[in-house]
């Protein structure tokens, strides 16, 4: 092949890229290579630039989460009310859980914190109780609810702190949630 008809085939492959992108309705920039480069040994690729919009600010959400903005420090969480009173949007690590717990994704409603247990609601239930009591909560035990779920009301040593985790079955796992309240320590 000439250097000619490899140079076309490489301009028709690249105009053929942006007419794509543009018919596509992409907003990306595709660079091409230096028109003084020398013939490459093989078809150069093209890979779209993609450039980030300006930071936006944050818009609070009634009833939702307020994040950070990006770069800032974290430092304590922020909290969140909800109908079963304002709670913090995460749990101190001293916050006992299952050794088998993984964090759970797509929850419905605010909660400071869910996991996905590997073991039936029962058996995790008889464990977090064990755990919470260890921990100096007192725990109440309700359930097994119409669903098969266990709801564990606990009060911390802090005149105030109230924790509720429902343990709620999932073919063959346990979705675990808490509500840690804001009354409780987070340390």
Do not use: H, N
């Not at 058996?123 to 097994?144: E, F, I, N, R, W």
């Amino acid at each position: 092949m000439t250097p000619f008809i490899r140079r076309g085939s490489l301009l028709g492959a690249l105009l053929s890229a942006v007419l794509f992108a543009a018919a596509c309705g992409s907003s990306t920039t595709i660079s091409s290579p230096a028109a003084s480069s020398s013939v490459p040994s093989a078809a150069p690729s093209v890979a779209p630039v993609v450039t980030s919009p300006p930071s936006a600010e944050l818009t609070p959400v009634p009833g939702g989460v307020t994040a950070s903005p990006p770069g800032e420090p974290t430092g304590t969480p922020t909290q969140t009310d909800t109908a079963w009173g304002r709670i913090w949007d995460a749990v101190p690590d001293s916050f006992p859980r299952p050794g088998t717990s993984t964090p759970a994704d797509s929850i419905a409603g605010p909660v400071s914190a869910a996991f996905s247990v590997g073991a039936g609601a029962a058996a995790v239930t008889a464990t977090m109780k064990a755990a919470l009591d260890a921990a100096g909560y007192t725990t109440d035990q309700s359930g097994p609810l119409e669903d098969g779920s266990f709801v564990l009301d606990s009060t911390g040593t802090r005149s105030g702190c109230l924790v509720q985790t429902t343990l709620t079955p999932l073919s063959g796992t346990t979705l675990m949630t808490v509500m840690y309240g804001a009354d409780c320590p987070f340390e």
